[in-house]
């Protein structure tokens, strides 16, 4: 008999091996993961844009200029090496040469990825052991449990694989990912990962990932609300043996794009859904902007005001709560005589605010709109024609539902 | 037998009445306030910056800018007007000559405020009937019960007086505030009062406000993250009899600006220590910038950080929030390797960063001043001599214990 097992995440892509062990930097629960490409990937990378970056992402940042192809990225989670000075350098150091000698690898060969606690040293023998620990578990069905093990609050393993046409093949692309930026008061640091088959420069990679990473995560967190250690990166086997797409006028270079948008969405929105005792997802839409730029700022700014999220719990229209959060987006054009407000979801759709004033709405309607797991609020600034979504959760602990009533 | 009735608040100054009744804009709770100066009184007043600004700002705005002696400033909760297009500017300028007619006034006397919800029409028969009720309750001992009038979700009515000299007169003066802006998720307003009994310029008493407020409010709450309703209001009866004061080279100047700064402080820091569930009052003191918007802008970040309210809360110090919420803030000048992080409180200062780095440290003696019901965050950035407050409060409801305990 033939058992058929379906590769999870990270190592759904042909030429990645994964593991996820307790190394020790916690008490009991998984806290380090191991990628390895046996045969070399292309890498990009892109890193948080807090002034204060810890020692793993100086690392990385360095790595990815002065080389292309990596064969292992090591992950721990339980201390975020930040704030940490000459000795948290290395530390990465000595981590990233200890990795090379057990894989029989080099040490330019090496990323290194760190979350959790700010401002301690690393446990070094921990590392030691662990790195001794973990070379021996890596297997191509380890997605799953590397994926558990980048976890520091997250209540749930966050991973996503799909299947995609490059040069007449069918080209995968897998990937996992923990915590969020600015979603919950409790987690620090996001960290990404994803690998596919196909062949690519590091060049066309990177500005994928670029791209990507703004239109997603940013989206779905604040851009500057940034932990220390906050990285995604993409690392690309070349198993698939496509022509290499080193350019966007290469074949196969959109629908690369593609899927890495694609699945830099799906990851973004496993965060946000991940928001801690999050009931519901909420996404912001608005549209009829004059620039791009002040279709995400009011966005964000909606997306990111406790009182739109815990109105959104309490299942209330509040929508006066939302005008207010985009009266103080920074905007370059703005009208607040000719905003439309609109909430919608599975359960219907209902206008609430139209040419900036309140309408005269039907409040079981709206109750029943609201009381759907995903909703969207949608707003139409009458301006321009650029369009822009943002994700958020829902406030739902104890102490939101003092607040969530607030307009009964 | 005399009995010493001591005047509270907003009432403090000689030549102010007040009167705060329950007039139906809520079900049970006193809801509108009127502030009365028999004689007249120069008024000057600052505004949200929100882009969507209620109908009674926009009414005032203009007033203002057309007078300076004004009798009367009506106030009620329940309703902010706002988002009410034409109708709610018929319904502030119906309001206006209502108050007028019934103290026997010029509609060009009276200034309104509102606060509540943002959308409804407000419930004009309410507000006719109110009027009327209101004006016979006038009483010069009238401020405890207006202050209690504005609130909307506050625990507790915030008023506060005290007097100062001026021309070798004793000078009095008082004010009330209700809400916040950033600090409560609740809470979407704030509206503030002050009295006193100098005779002064509109516009020495405005640029007074304008310098107070930015140094008090906006460094108690959030820039740009205002309420549609935001307002203070300072009114001068001129009672004293003192010399006029109208530039910055007449005696009195300095005098009636400290008081006008030191009141704002006090009321702004009421409004903190009014956080719903605060235990405690939190300063964020950054020294050692290179700029004045350096220093005020990690500041905010650091107070405004979920994350460092709810250590806070926790009592834990984890230093490591604080230098992360500063290095996100938008700074002109930082250097992660150069910043020194303290704790200190009546219990004691704890030294826990030093030049970007963790120090190891007592956690004991940490734990003993993070007990503490004020606690003092210290950072030297080491790149100048600008420094600033700012003020805050722990987040401390139950879902926040989750997160409290993240570091250990």
Chains 1, 2 share one sequence.
Request: proline content about 2%.
């Amino acid at each position: 008999m033939i058992k058929k097992v379906q590769k999870s995440g990270v190592t759904a892509a042909a030429g990645v091996q994964a593991a996820g062990i307790h190394a020790g930097f916690k008490k009991r629960k998984k806290d380090m993961a191991l990628l390895y490409f046996p045969d070399g990937a292309t890498v990009a990378g892109v890193f948080t844009k807090n002034k204060v970056k810890a020692a793993p992402v100086q690392y990385d940042q360095q790595a990815l200029q002065q080389h292309d192809r990596f064969k292992a990225i090591l992950v721990n989670s339980g201390n975020a090496n930040a704030c940490t000075g000459k000795q948290g350098k290395a530390d990465v150091e000595e981590t990233v040469k200890l990795l090379a000698a057990e894989l029989n690898i080099q040490p330019e060969e090496v990323l290194v990825s760190s979350t959790g606690v700010i401002g301690m040293f690393m446990n070094m023998e921990t590392m030691r052991k662990g790195v001794k620990a973990i070379a021996p578990e890596l297997s191509e069905f380890g997605g799953a449990a590397a994926s558990k093990a980048i976890m520091t609050t997250d209540t749930v393993p966050k991973e996503v694989s799909f299947t995609f046409e490059v040069d007449g093949k069918t080209a995968t692309i897998g990937g996992m990912v923990k915590g969020s930026g600015m979603i919950h008061p409790n987690l620090g640091t996001m960290l990404g990962y994803i690998t596919t088959d196909v062949a690519i420069s590091q060049t066309a990679l990177h500005a994928m990932l670029l791209k990507a990473a703004d239109a997603t995560f940013n989206h779905a967190t604040v851009d500057g609300d940034t932990s220390t250690n906050d990285s995604v990166f993409v690392a690309a086997t070349g198993k698939l043996a496509n022509p290499l797409i080193a350019s966007a006028e290469d074949a196969g270079y959109a629908e690369v794009e593609a899927a890495v948008l694609s699945i830099c969405s799906q990851l973004a929105q496993l965060l946000v859904k991940d928001g801690e005792g999050a009931t519901k997802f909420v996404e912001v839409i608005v549209s009829g902007a004059k620039t791009m730029a002040d279709a995400v700022s009011i966005g964000k700014s909606v997306a990111t005001s406790s009182l739109v999220k815990t109105a959104m719990f309490g299942e209330d229209a509040n929508w006066g709560r939302v005008i207010t959060a985009a009266g103080y987006a920074d905007t370059e054009y703005f009208d607040a005589d000719v905003i439309d407000i609109a909430f919608s979801s599975k359960n219907g759709e209902i206008q609430l605010c139209e040419a900036g004033m309140g309408v005269v709405f039907d409040e079981e309607l709206a109750k029943k709109i609201l009381e759907a797991d995903e909703i969207n609020i949608l707003i139409d600034l009458h301006l321009g024609t650029e369009a822009a979504s943002t994700w958020t959760c829902d406030f739902s602990y104890d102490y939101v539902k003092i607040n969530a009533d607030y307009r009964s």
